[in-house]
T-cell receptor
Framework: EADIYQTPRYLVIGTGKKITLECSQTMGHDKMYWYQQDPGMELHLIHYSYGVNSTEKGDLSSESTVSRIRTEHFPLTLESARPSHTSQYLC?????????????FGPGTRLTVL | QKEVEQNSGPLSVPEGAIASLNCTYSDRVSQSFFWYRQYSGKSPELIMSIYSNGDKEDGRFTAQLNKASQYVSLLIRDSQPSDSATYLCAASGGSYIPTFGRGTSLIVHP
């Protein structure tokens, strides 16, 4: 079944730890995105990728990094987590054809840094 | 600066009524428009896409687009309490990245 998967769904971690948020999709999409969203607030684009070995920073300055080694996989890494990183992280993908700009979102990872 | 503007609400409607959600966009080259529904604590879910002027209907939902006025709307007929959520409007132009509005909170009360 075509879908977008994010793991973990919830993560509580201490300050200074390195974390990687996983995102995988079986939608057959070439474009993938990471958004950050605080409760009740707007979406902020932090990273995007148009294909393998292509990554760009988004509108919101972020201390995270991403990689795109495989089309279906777009992990996000925080080298040293801080309480200010506490937020919901949403992965999305978009595809091909006439619906090329339709973004589909994964379930999200809720990150709490103590 | 591309902008998508939405009234934050909340918009409160009684069950069974028509809910009307509105959105304006600033980038005239925008060609694709989307409505997402987001329940509290959940991720956005795409419910409607519209690409040409006029109306597009899907079940209880109707999206309306007026490019001359740079205006997009979403009508929800026979509103149900389960429609209570935040509705995000998004517009996309030359790039693959849509610009999202801040969302309108809809409350459907029994």
């Amino acid at each position: 079944e075509a879908d977008i998967y994010q793991t973990p769904r919830y993560l509580v971690i201490g300050t200074g730890k390195k974390i990687t948020l996983e995102c995988s999709q079986t939608m057959g999409h070439d474009k993938m995105y990471w958004y950050q969203q605080d409760p009740g607030m707007e979406l902020h684009l932090i990273h995007y990728s148009y294909g393998v070995n292509s990554t760009e920073k988004g509108d919101l300055s972020s201390e995270s990094t991403v990689s795109r080694i495989r089309t279906e996989h777009f992990p996000l890494t925080l080298e040293s987590a801080r309480p200010s990183h506490t937020s919901q992280y949403l992965c999305a993908s978009s595809g091909v054809g006439t619906a090329v700009n339709e973004q589909f979102f994964g379930p999200g990872t809720r990150l709490t840094v103590l | 600066q591309k902008e998508v503007e939405q009234n934050s609400g909340p918009l409160s409607v009684p069950e069974g009524a028509i809910a009307s959600l509105n959105c304006t966009y600033s980038d005239r080259v925008s060609q694709s428009f989307f409505w997402y529904r987001q329940y509290s604590g959940k991720s956005p879910e795409l419910i409607m896409s519209i690409y040409s002027n006029g109306d597009k209907e899907d079940g209880r939902f109707t999206a309306q687009l007026n490019k001359a006025s740079q205006y997009v709307s979403l009508l929800i007929r026979d509103s149900q309490p389960s429609d209570s959520a935040t509705y995000l409007c998004a517009a996309s132009g030359g790039s693959y990245i849509p610009t999202f509005g801040r969302g309108t909170s809809l409350i459907v009360h029994p």
